[in-house]
């Protein structure tokens, strides 16, 4: 194949018909070729295929894989691609060809865990926890490498133990990183304690971490409270803290307590008619049917 040297880059696709041929063989020419064409496809801006083809070679011929500069290669084409898929949004493009991009053996060699954690939170915004929280822990993996701790990273793997039901191991982070010399910004941690405890049912914990929250600026911190206080039958307070949110889940819970608070006009006014979520307008719909039998 030295001869595709020779010709030059602009007689190469003419060569893929043979390089293709020679991946089927059994020897060191179908590692070459799936070099080859992981450079081509990275010239004609297909990283996709050019993952691909430095996967199979991985695969195929590991000794040779690890021996050559296919693992730098490959971090590079899965960092630039994951980039872009990030910056245009494209959330389950970007989960789909990290899985098949990212090998675990590359843990080892990135100095950078950014993408395991990007990728980490994608998973869970996607519905996706478990598998969010496992590939964070593998990035809490590559900072303890690296020899330092990263206090956001931590306050997202908190996060992570909260979707998934570890709100135990959730808190011990949180003493962790509360330890350390370099400290997360207060109103972040808070949020984490106030969700872990939360979580865990410590709703006094909760409230209390909450409104320390809401004093050192957390914009989701009334809501939050005025939600844990309607869960407790609170509704008076809830009624109150929640009167300035804005989203559907929230104004189905205020209207439930005014409702509760004989307030029917202001449940009627603030109840959602439309939205995305069946279940709260379904639920929004009956109380308003509630309502209009109270009326005659």
Known sequence: MAEMLEDGPSEWASRIPLLLEATDRDDPAA???HYLLAQLAETYGDPELAAEHLNLLWDRFPDQARRSDVPERLVDVCRQRLEMLDREGRTADHVAF?????????DLLSADPELLQRTATLLAELGLPAE?????LRAIAVHTRLGHDDPAALAALTRLYVQTGRSTEALQ???YTEALPQRLPVVEFLVAEAEARHALGDTAGALRAWSLAEAEGAPAARRAQGMIQAEQGRCREAALLLQDAGDDEARLTRGRCLLALGRDQEAREILPTEGPDPFVLQDASWLLGVIAARSG
Do not use: K
């Not at 990290?98 to 590359?106: I, K, V």
């Open 31 to 33: 590692a070459e070729a």
């Open 98 to 106: 990290f899985t098949a991009c990212w090998r675990p053996e590359l």
């Open 132 to 136: 969010g929280l496992a590939l964070q």
């Open 173 to 175: 982070t949180l003493d």
